[in-house]
């Protein structure tokens, strides 16, 4: 039987400056996301479900791939925290992430090591993908690996310890 993987959250940025208006929140604890958006300025946040009393992030996808079954996902803006709600799928599964708004494929960011000719998928910060904050979510479903930018630095990743 094989070994469950272990999850490591790593910080980079130790002197993130939080406050009431930045882009990353944190209490106690824990960091979340206060808001995130699709490449086309929409916000992903919805209010009626709530992962630790924060809204949770929607992400539409396609099963498979384009052509694929159509469900919501509904992901936890805690940062570290892999809570989610949506069909139950097998693991490795591949997986179309667009804007549930626009409809659009979420933009590639870069290669995610989980599964050959996998990629992590952009939700960003701010309203303009161009202020380079963004989280990088893997389009393998399963697979926990992630991470947060802001202004081009990596603050945070969820990485998987071999």
Not at 43 to 62: E, W, Y
Not at 67 to 79: N, R, T, W
Not at 92 to 97: A, D, E, F, I, W
Not at 110 to 134: F, I, K, N, S, W
Request: glycine share 10%.
């Amino acid at each position: 039987m094989p070994q469950p993987k272990r999850i490591k959250l790593e910080t980079y940025l130790d002197d993130y400056c939080f406050t009431p208006t930045s882009r990353l929140q944190k209490d106690s604890d824990r960091v979340w996301v206060p808001d995130v958006y699709c490449h086309n300025g929409h916000s992903l946040m919805v209010h009626g479900i709530l992962f630790g009393g924060h809204p949770a992030v929607n992400v539409r996808v396609l099963v498979g791939g384009e052509g694929g079954q159509v469900d919501d996902f509904y992901l936890s803006p805690i940062i570290g925290d892999n809570g989610k709600q949506g069909p139950d799928l097998p693991e490795g599964t591949r997986l179309l992430l667009t804007c549930p708004i626009c409809k659009e494929e979420l933009r590639q960011l870069v290669p995610c090591t989980c599964q050959v000719g996998a990629y992590r998928r952009a939700v960003y910060l701010t309203p303009d993908p161009a202020e380079l904050g963004a989280i990088g979510l893997c389009e393998i479903y399963g697979c926990p690996q992630s991470f947060v930018s802001e202004a081009g630095e990596l603050i945070f990743e969820v990485a998987v310890d071999e």
